[in-house]
């Protein structure tokens, strides 16, 4: 059944495909997890949808409240097509150097943005929303980095709907900004799935997000539980880049970079199966499609090219 | 043996300004220890005095994080890569 009485009800149970074409032999399969088949293009729509209901349910947001949320986009983007729907008003903190799409889709949606400075990246943003909090009590903030839900959503929706797909999964691969993901994913495949493998891959931007004045300004999720997980890779951007368009040109998905760093460490642990002479089926998410990030001009021309136009900018 | 250690900008006061610098160990603990030889204080920048690696550091050869490696006992191989990083958000 495909038909749903309202949009909110259509988050979810995206497509897992194969991907024949990527994968590196007929017993060590990849699969995507087309999660830009989402109500507004993304992931995020999950947590948004979860975290919204939560805090109805608990009392703390009632119709007419202002929510505050930092978010370098896709949340942001989820959180206001929610609020629209459920009558509130959103404050998004958002670092200045997000793709010009971010910005305009969250205007569309009538949200309103308070940028934070592009050195420190979404460090930056959770440091001033606090701030802003902090002058407007009676805004809320949901602060997707530490609420439980937003884990929860993926606990009780992404990692079931994984399973049920694909109950020969060997692995899981997320990106790794909120935790929320790999967190929720993790924690449902690990009580369901003997050996499973949860590895998560990191966006490494380009040095000026890394500006940080010293290292005690740096930023773990609240959500964050390392045992969750069975590897990190941090890819870089070229890396990003690289497999965003092999994922177009050989697969027909056109997907965000991050989705591309997702790839290039889904293939690691695919390969490094292959080699062993092991069977997989490893799944990965595809976080977005590439529509909001077309005006970088990283989808074309040399990956030198790419890589110089998404430095110092959150392409994930 | 010879280690390519990338230094993060926040870190490069330690380092004369120099981002990429060479040293030498079997693990992650040694090559620090060797680094600390040449760009003394460095090291205690990523170690915390439990002697465990700073909560906001993220350490990585050849792009996967040591912490899932062995951490400070994460073994290092002639031509390997180590990249330092402070720990960003995402989302």
Redesign the interface.
């Known amino acids: 059944m495909a038909r749903f009485d309202s949009l909110l009800d259509a988050c979810g149970n995206t497509p897992l495909v194969g991907l024949p074409r990527l994968s590196p032999s007929p017993t060590v399969r990849l699969w995507a997890k087309l999660e830009a088949r989402n109500p507004t293009g993304s992931i995020k729509d999950r947590p948004a949808v979860w975290m919204i209901r939560a805090a109805e349910a608990a009392g703390r947001l009632r119709p007419g409240d202002t929510i505050l949320e930092p978010?370098?986009g896709?949340?942001g983007i989820a959180l206001a097509m929610v609020a629209k729907l459920h009558g509130y008003r959103l404050v998004c903190v958002m670092p200045e150097n997000v793709s010009a799409e971010r910005t305009q889709l969250l205007r569309m949606y009538g949200a309103e943005i308070i940028f934070s400075p592009g050195p420190?990246?979404?460090?930056a943003a959770?440091a001033m929303a606090r701030q802003i909090a902090e002058e407007h009590p009676d805004w809320v903030m949901l602060n997707?980095?530490a609420n439980e839900a937003n884990a929860r959503a993926h606990y009780e929706s992404t990692g079931p709907e994984l399973l049920r797909d694909l109950p020969t999964i060997t692995h899981f691969v997320a990106?790794?900004?909120?935790t929320?993901t790999l967190m929720g994913v993790g924690r449902y495949l690990r009580e369901k799935v003997d050996g499973i493998q949860i590895i998560?891959a990191?966006?490494?931007?380009g040095?000026l997000?890394?500006?940080?004045?010293?290292?005690?300004?740096?930023?773990?999720?609240e959500l964050y539980d390392?045992t969750v997980?069975?590897?990190?890779?941090?890819?870089?951007t070229r890396d990003a880049v690289l497999r965003t368009r092999q994922l177009v040109e050989v697969e027909g998905i056109f997907a965000g970079f991050s989705t591309g760093a997702i790839l290039h460490a889904a293939l690691a642990v695919a390969h490094d199966a292959a080699r062993a002479g092991r069977t997989a089926d490893v799944a990965f998410v595809v976080a977005d499609g590439g529509w909001k990030y077309l005006s970088t001009g990283a989808y074309g021309g040399t990956l030198a090219d790419a890589e110089t136009a998404l430095e110092g900018q959150?392409w994930? | 043996m010879s280690i390519e250690v990338r230094v993060p900008t926040i870190l490069r006061s330690y380092t004369g300004g120099l981002k990429v610098v060479t040293g030498t160990g079997d693990s992650i603990a040694d090559l620090l220890t060797n680094l600390d030889t040449q760009y003394p204080g460095l090291r205690a920048r990523l170690i915390t005095e439990e002697g465990g690696l700073h909560k906001f550091v993220n350490v990585y050869i050849n792009d996967e994080d040591v912490r899932f490696l062995g951490a400070l006992d994460a073994k290092l191989n002639d031509g390997d890569t180590v990249t330092v990083l402070p720990a960003v958000a995402g989302g």
Do not use: H
């Open positions: 978010t370098s896709n949340t420190g990246g979404s460090n959770v997707q980095y990106g790794l900004g909120t929320g998560a990191e966006p490494r931007y040095e997000v890394y500006g940080l004045r010293n290292i005690d300004e740096g930023y773990v999720p390392a997980l069975t590897r990190r890779f941090s890819v870089g959150l994930a």
